[in-house]
């Protein structure tokens, strides 16, 4: 089902320093996971996606792992910049192909 | 890569007031789109799932007969909020699936609609 949070988590990083941020996700049966970035005011944007029958999937400066036995994700992000400053979800895809989003993260790198 | 547009981009309305949001696939058929909501700091919560052709799935709690949805062609889905009061004022967000890409959703830019 749905998960809505009332306040949404912070993270806040330097600027150079890797930054992980961390979701975990309700239905067993998910069989397809994507990370997503929304700026203020603007609809999320795709990052990175990986399906159930993997446990990490690398893309540019950002690594997804996928830990099915606690229902886990973590989004990894190398060498934070400031342009990476954004809330991130990240979504899992039911059987139904119907996406339930998580909590989300407020990222804010400090130069 | 597959676009989908979403229109208008901000709304204010009058309480009582009825508003049509629409999304469109612009570069591919969409057999499916869904509706999402999103107030501010929260999460985005699936409210319908709307296949073309066929009557929309609507999530558990949201009003079907408040949040109109209408998939009438493979490129365009409408979701009319009806008697809108102030508290539907948030930010409403389409995806599209597109059939070609084996797990290809991209989503809309949003529309904020702000009921007064």
């Known amino acids: 089902g749905e998960s809505v949070g009332l306040h949404l988590p912070t993270l806040s990083v330097q600027e150079g320093d890797n930054s992980i941020i961390n979701c975990a996700y309700s239905?067993?049966?998910?069989?397809?996971f994507i990370w997503y970035k929304q700026e203020s005011g603007k609809g999320p944007q795709f990052i990175i996606d990986?399906?159930?029958?993997?446990d990490k999937r690398q893309g540019q400066r950002v690594t997804v792992l996928l830990n099915k036995t606690v229902k886990h994700l973590s989004l990894q992000i190398a060498a934070t910049q400031p342009g990476d400053s954004a809330v991130y979800f990240c979504?899992?895809?039911?059987?139904?192909?119907?996406?339930?989003f998580g909590t989300g993260t407020s990222l804010t790198v400090i130069p | 890569g597959a676009v989908v547009s979403q229109h208008p981009s901000w709304v204010i309305c009058k309480s009582g007031t009825s508003v049509k949001i629409e999304c469109r696939s612009l570069?591919?058929?969409?057999?499916?789109m869904f509706w999402y909501r999103q107030f501010p700091k929260q999460s985005l919560m699936l409210m319908a799932t709307?296949?073309?052709?066929?009557?929309?799935?609507?999530e558990q709690g949201v009003e079907k007969d408040k949040f109109l949805i209408n998939h009438a062609s493979l490129t365009l889905s409408t979701l009319t909020v009806t008697s809108a009061h102030p508290e539907d004022s948030s930010f409403y967000i389409c995806?599209?699936?597109?059939?070609?890409?084996?797990?290809?959703?991209?989503f809309g830019s949003g529309t904020r609609l702000t009921v007064v």
């Open positions: 995806s599209a699936r597109d059939g070609r890409v084996h797990y290809g959703y991209t």
């Open positions: 570069d591919f058929q969409a057999t499916t």
């Open positions: 239905n067993s049966a998910s069989d397809y």
């Open positions: 990986i399906r159930s029958n993997m």
């Open positions: 979504a899992e895809k039911n059987t139904g192909n119907q996406f339930y």
């Open positions: 709307s296949n073309e052709g066929s009557k929309a799935t609507y």
